[in-house]
């Protein structure tokens, strides 16, 4: 926990000085680093020089949450998140309207305490401690917006401590999306998640000996609002994020008091992953 604070922390010491970190001056191709410069539209046409333009960078970045869960207060609600995210347009119409882009994002960060019964359920739909996203969305330009439709994603994570210091739930979870942005003002977004925690036979002991419950299914909503807070001159923009999660198969824990939580927090770059820790970054005119 001490690296991911650490971590998320010099991030943010690049923002207050006004320095742009190098993890997001730089991007890479294969084994080969270029420069933004690599992008200029006036570079020549030699086959490599276009694949290096069409490339899209590979960015470490951070986010820092704070939830509202309950009757919880304190430290134990901030929630740091380190990612990387690997983002490629795989297809491209001839008017460049319409792109298909493929995302994958492993991460590590901070969750909230769930030792008790209060915090169960958002712990469940939170990032958890770790784990990974492999999203594909389509994306339709409109004019200075654009509007982004993911089909069918696939989420991978671990929740530490759930219940007891001992125990660990994997979750598996298949993700749907939709969501509009506009230039890089703000991004409204929603996704729909079904879970499963069975990926292993000590996550499915511990689930079902936890809720007293056969399946370990959990079907849940998240509606988003991201929004850009820095000026234009900013060397390293920022952006503010809110995020409510509720669950919708209420009926198998009715008996549980809180089954919603609301999260805000910064990032330091536009979100198109429906909420997903990891970036999805885009070169402008893309």
Sequence with gaps: MKHIFLAFFMLMANFCIGQTPVMQKTTTVSDTTVSDSTFDENAGNDPED????????????????????GNKKGLSNLTPVVNYGWTRTMATSKDERFHYDLSINPY???????????????????????????NNFLRFKMGKGELAWSPVNFGLKLVSNFADSTLTVVQHNLRSGLAFSYDDLFIMGIQYTYAWHNATSESEKTFKTVFNKRATDLQYLMISLQTKISSKEANTPLYFFAEWRGLLNQGPYKTYDNLKILTFGFRAEMNLNFGAPAKAPRRKGI
């Design 108 to 134: 590590v960060g901070g969750q909230i305490d769930i030792r008790d019964s209060t915090s169960y359920i958002p712990g469940l739909m939170l990032p958890g401690t770790a784990g990974i996203t492999i």
């Design 50 to 69: 276009k694949k290096l333009k069409d490339a899209k960078p590979n960015i470490l970045g951070a986010l820092l949450s704070y939830n509202f869960s």
